[in-house]
């Protein structure tokens, strides 16, 4: 696998943080991602370092590939309060990397060079006549890039800047709907027989068909009782758990086609005659 490092260059610490959490969003390791401002190159305190212009402290930080024009850039941003990002990523993931990048409007260094004047003139015109000299495509199946940033196109004004649209598509968790389980009392009728037991008193009467002479007769007043019963019914009733009920969350994916529709601006060279009028191109 091969990897390279990737150098972003922000006038904002607002800005800089934006684009780091872009990067880890689109799924890049935050250990890849190293942040350098103002406090970390000088130490952490005394103010900032007198270095940050030299070749030298940026070749330690990103390799000897930095020239004269980038590490002043480098060192002019960070003294104003900005921040510069490095980021080591595989070589098939740059692409991406620098386009989530782009999105937070880093700084370009090479059109800062020349409009700060922190490039030599040659530097500049040579800079100016590569624009110049590049093609414009034409073609709607050819890749079409924007051939200079506002900053240049204001030092150049004979620069048309081309511009196209990207799509990006994230994803946000929103609420659909809710479901609910209550737990509420109902009655309902019951009915439920029981035998139940009586008990009454009988008066027995019976002919005594023999008389017995008695000698001795108790004249007194006398009484006899019987303790008539009856069974009620008794209600009670007991309570247990029949059924439970729970509530989980079940989560299923399905694929979703957007629909979008990207702008892109093209570019068409049209010849005049000296009586503005277009000039036919000549048919192959």
Do not use: C
């Amino acid at each position: 696998m091969v990897y390279k490092t990737i150098v972003a260059v922000f006038d904002t610490p607002e800005h800089a943080r934006a684009a780091v959490g872009a990067l880890k969003a689109g799924g890049f390791q935050e250990n890849d991602i190293s942040l350098f401002d103002g406090p970390r190159l000088s130490g952490g305190a005394g103010g900032i370092g007198k270095g940050l212009k030299e070749v030298g402290l940026w070749h330690r930080l990103f390799g000897d590939d930095i020239s004269k024009q980038e590490a002043t850039i480098y060192g002019q941003t960070v003294e104003k309060g900005g921040v510069v990002i490095s980021m080591r990523v595989l070589d098939s993931e740059v692409a991406r990397a620098t386009g989530i990048l782009d999105l937070h409007r880093p700084v370009d260094v090479h059109d800062r060079a020349v409009t700060s004047g922190a490039a030599a003139p040659a530097y500049a015109e040579a800079a100016a006549k590569t624009m110049a000299a590049a093609p414009l495509t034409v073609s709607p199946t050819a890749a079409q890039t924007v051939s200079a940033t506002p900053k240049t196109a204001a030092a150049h004004a004979d620069f048309l800047r081309l511009a196209e649209e990207q799509l990006q598509v994230g994803k946000e968790m929103i609420e659909t709907g809710r479901t609910r389980v209550r737990r509420f009392t109902v009655e309902r009728e019951v009915a439920q027989d029981v035998t139940l037991h009586e008990e009454h008193a009988e008066v027995l009467r019976r002919t005594i068909s023999e008389p017995v002479a008695l000698t001795s007769i108790d004249w007194a007043d006398s009484e006899i009782e019987v303790i008539e019963t009856a069974e009620h019914a008794l209600v009670s009733k007991t309570v247990r758990v029949v059924e439970e009920i729970g509530l989980n969350k079940v989560g299923t994916d399905h694929i979703e086609t957007v629909h979008e529709k990207l702008r892109r601006q093209q570019a068409e060279v049209i010849q005049l005659d000296t009586t503005g009028r277009p000039v036919a191109s000549p048919r192959a």
